[in-house]
């Protein structure tokens, strides 16, 4: 019954979102940004798998499914964004700026880091687009020569750093404004960044949503004009 239940998308699906309920009640309980429901479930799922014997095929056969949500799930991040529209219309000029500086910073210095160490041109190609969300690096990752695994695995774990350390980091540099971080998280750790930001300002959980599509706009623009001009 375990083997069978094992090889179907039901077992991916079921362990994904058991564990992740138990992440969330975990957060809840310890109210710490280092209980990240993400961050936990992901070390939670990699340990069960690894204990258990199970292949990452196996999993992937229902995560994949939940992977698929993630397009509809930023689409979603534009209700608070509307529901905030005016106060960022009134900003538009310094968050275009903003947005476009965080994504040629983001690209630039993870390919400079990767090339700096010696990285292979398929592993700092697939750092390029690090700070946007999975579908859409993921998408630009197989046009470009990328390794899609890396990216997506790369992604992740941005985006959980940002948003463990982001707001604090904010804080000691003196960003206090909830546009400012907003943009500030939601151009570095995306979708998980953005999370965060809900919980601690709805303000700026919609300019990190803004973020997120927008950094994927340009990164998507700005990467191929990046590799002609460095020859790559």
Not at 18 to 42: D, E, G, H, K, T
Not at 91 to 112: D, E, M, N, P, T
Not at 134 to 141: E, K, L, Q
């Amino acid at each position: 019954m375990w083997t069978e239940l094992v090889h179907t998308p039901l077992f991916g699906i079921g362990l994904t979102l058991v564990v992740y309920l138990l992440a969330q009640a975990l957060y809840r309980r310890v109210n710490s940004v280092w209980a990240n429901p993400v961050l936990v479930a992901i070390v939670a799922i990699i340990l069960l798998l690894k204990g258990t014997g199970v292949e990452y095929r196996d999993y992937a056969r229902g995560g994949d499914m939940i992977l698929f949500l993630l397009g509809p799930s930023v689409v979603a991040l534009a209700v608070p964004l509307y529901q905030r529209r005016e106060e960022i219309w009134k900003r538009k000029r310094l968050i275009l700026a903003g947005i476009f500086a965080g994504s040629l910073a983001s690209v630039i210095s993870a390919c400079g880091l990767a090339w700096v160490l010696g990285g292979s041109r398929e592993v700092i190609l697939s750092l390029a687009p690090k700070s946007v969300t999975t579908p859409i690096a993921i998408s630009i990752v197989d046009k470009i020569g990328g390794i899609a695994p890396l990216t997506a695995a790369l992604v992740v774990l941005t985006g959980c750093l940002g948003a463990v350390c982001g707001p604090e980091f904010c804080r000691r540099i003196g960003v206090t404004s909830p546009v400012s971080m907003g943009l500030a998280i939601g151009t570095s750790a995306h979708g998980i960044g953005t999370a965060r930001m809900l919980e601690v300002n709805r303000l700026a959980g919609a300019a990190a949503g803004l973020a997120i599509g927008l950094n994927g706009l340009m990164t998507t623009f700005l990467l191929p004009i990046l590799m002609a001009l460095s020859g790559f």
